[in-house]
């Protein structure tokens, strides 16, 4: 699942949604791109679940349609 967040513009942004994401799913894979302010996130949750993760993390997402 990818999902768009405009305002993550760092390294602390990045590291703030990985561990939030994964304090939902331990055994997710998440990968962050700065330069789109992209997060694809590879999980058993649902993308509602993910948006709840990386909202208590600080940060407004939309899902991206693959």
Do not use: W
């Not at 058993?44 to 993390?57: H, P, T, W, Y």
């Amino acid at each position: 699942m990818e999902f768009k967040v405009p305002d993550m513009s760092c390294g602390h942004c990045t590291a703030a949604i990985e561990k939030s994401v994964k304090a939902a799913d331990p055994a997710a894979s998440v990968a962050c791109d700065l330069t789109d302010r992209r997060v694809k996130i590879d999980s058993a949750l649902s993308s509602e679940q993910l948006m709840v993760a990386i909202k208590d993390a600080g940060y407004d997402a939309t899902p991206v349609a693959a």
